[in-house]
């Protein structure tokens, strides 16, 4: 059974508050993040972990992001009502709650076949049915919805796909980890047109490697 206790919503506020301090401004993102108890994304034994700032090991060898990372990039991409996102890396799940209740049409997708069952099943529990996901190869992106007003890959890239920015539409943001080695850089593409790409960096990540093709 799924209970927030008061308790949880206590450590969930600090963390909010902690998320303040440390330059997180946009009032949305922490409503949004205020609004999802994090602890239901953890296996129950690690309860006390889920309201402290730091990535936390998940199934299948993957992690949910550290909670001011998660901040950065939603609050990067400047989620408008409606806006039609897509993320790939649907991990525990959490990140793509985030961007629903900042009222996004979320797109989620993820390469694990059994994380992809478990985080849904978790995601119908929750009642977050709205939220499409797919078990596929996010290296495709997902053609058949495309374009997408904002595109955001939660697993660390060595460069940006092509399919991804030919899926974004003018005027939308792809927010992305990539680069050579283990630190990845987060950037920001915001597509000024169907071939032209402003480029923004936002500072060194630690995420768990984007890899090509599905398991099942
Ligand atoms: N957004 C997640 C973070 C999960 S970690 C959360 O909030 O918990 C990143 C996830 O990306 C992992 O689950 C990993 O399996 C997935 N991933 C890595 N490469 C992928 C790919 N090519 N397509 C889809 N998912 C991928």
């Known amino acids: 059974m799924l209970v927030d206790s008061y308790r949880h919503k206590g450590l969930r506020k600090n963390l909010i508050d902690h998320l303040k301090i440390k330059g997180i401004k946009d009032e949305n993102v922490l409503l949004?993040?205020?609004?999802i108890p994090r602890h239901f994304f953890l296996d129950p034994a690690f309860d006390e972990w889920a309201y402290k700032d730091q990535a936390f090991p998940i199934s299948e060898n993957q992690t949910i992001s550290q909670p001011l990372t998660v901040a950065i990039q939603s609050s990067l991409l400047e989620i408008k009502k409606g806006d039609k996102v897509l993320e790939i890396g649907t991990g525990s799940g959490y990140q793509a709650c985030v961007l629903r209740e900042l009222g996004a049409k979320v797109y989620t997708i993820e390469r694990i076949e059994k994380l992809f069952h478990k985080t849904n099943q978790l995601l119908q529990l929750m009642?977050?049915?709205?939220?499409?996901?797919?078990?596929?190869?996010?290296?495709?992106?997902?053609?058949?919805?495309?374009?997408?007003?904002?595109?955001?890959v939660t697993a660390g890239a060595n460069q940006i796909p092509e399919k991804l920015k030919a899926q974004l539409k003018v005027g939308g943001y792809l927010v992305i980890p990539s680069g050579k080695g283990d630190i990845k850089t987060m950037i920001r593409l915001k597509k000024i047109s169907e071939t032209n790409f402003i480029t923004e960096n936002f500072g060194d990540f630690r995420f768990v490697p984007f890899k090509e093709g599905v398991v099942t």
């Open 32 to 35: 949004a993040m205020s609004k």
């Open 127 to 152: 009642g977050y049915q709205s939220i499409r996901t797919y078990h596929k190869d996010g290296y495709q992106g997902l053609q058949l919805f495309a374009p997408f007003d904002k595109i955001i």
